[in-house]
């Protein structure tokens, strides 16, 4: 049973237009949520998180929306950049449980 | 200031065989996670130690077993491997707060 859900396996983007990558959650014991970009041969690297008691996390060019009533949650990067490219991971927490999607590759396209 | 490193890069292992993996955490953390990550998927939390204790486990065999040192490095450690043991082993690190962890470039492990 996956608790954290990335539908999407891949999203494409043109360079400067807007990247959405979306999340849903199953468990609503969850209480913080974090993005991670990950690109090849490196470990995942924090972007930006947000708790529950909170709807909108801004930091630059990310944006990060929680619909707790929906479970689901948003990445916005606006504008999207070439160097963006890379997979990213939803990850939720509550308690001492850390759970991480499946990931969406992101490419953006100059 | 390093960051989380992990050793070795790769490895290559038959069946049956145990394995060793290592990890140093970012200076100043002093709790260590281990993930396996398979082809695909997102990271899988097996373990967190801290203060030289398992903390927390995740949905993980006996086979998979960890340790931590003094020094707040850990070690991995999987007995009796199977083909599905093949993966990205990830260490990550953090000061106390659970969800602000830093990853190493994780380790590739090959069960053949």
């Known amino acids: 049973d996956q608790q954290v859900k990335q539908n999407s396996p891949s999203l494409s983007v043109q360079e400067g237009r807007i990247s959405i990558l979306n999340c849903d959650y199953t468990?609503?014991?969850?209480?913080?949520f974090l993005w991670y970009k990950k690109y090849p041969a490196e470990g995942p690297t924090f972007l930006i998180s947000?708790?529950?008691?909170?709807d909108k996390n801004e930091d630059g060019r990310f944006t990060v929306f929680l619909n707790k009533s929906a479970k689901h949650l948003s990445l916005h990067i606006v504008p999207s950049q070439p160097g963006d490219s890379a997979v990213y991971f939803c990850?939720?927490?509550?308690?001492?449980?850390?759970?991480f999607g499946p990931g969406t590759r992101l490419s953006v396209l100059p | 200031d390093a960051g989380v490193t992990q050793s070795p890069t790769h490895l290559i292992k038959t069946r049956g065989q145990q394995v060793t993996l290592r990890c140093s955490p970012k200076?100043?953390?002093?709790?260590v996670s281990w993930y396996q990550q398979a082809l695909g998927q997102g990271p899988q939390f097996i373990f967190q130690?801290?203060?030289?204790?398992?903390?927390q486990r995740g949905n993980f065999p006996d086979r998979f077993s960890g340790h931590q040192f003094p020094n707040y490095s850990s070690e991995l450690n999987v007995n009796a491997l199977l083909l599905g043991d093949s993966a990205l082993y990830l260490c990550?690190?953090?000061?106390?707060?659970?969800?602000?962890?830093?990853f190493g470039p994780g380790t590739r492990l090959t069960v053949t």
């Open positions: 947000i708790s529950s008691i909170k």
């Open positions: 990850a939720a927490f509550y308690g001492q449980n850390f759970v």
């Open positions: 990550a690190s953090s000061l106390a707060r659970f969800y602000e962890q830093y």
């Open positions: 468990n609503s014991m969850f209480d913080y």
């Open positions: 130690y801290y203060e030289e204790e398992e903390r």
């Open positions: 200076s100043g953390h002093d709790t």
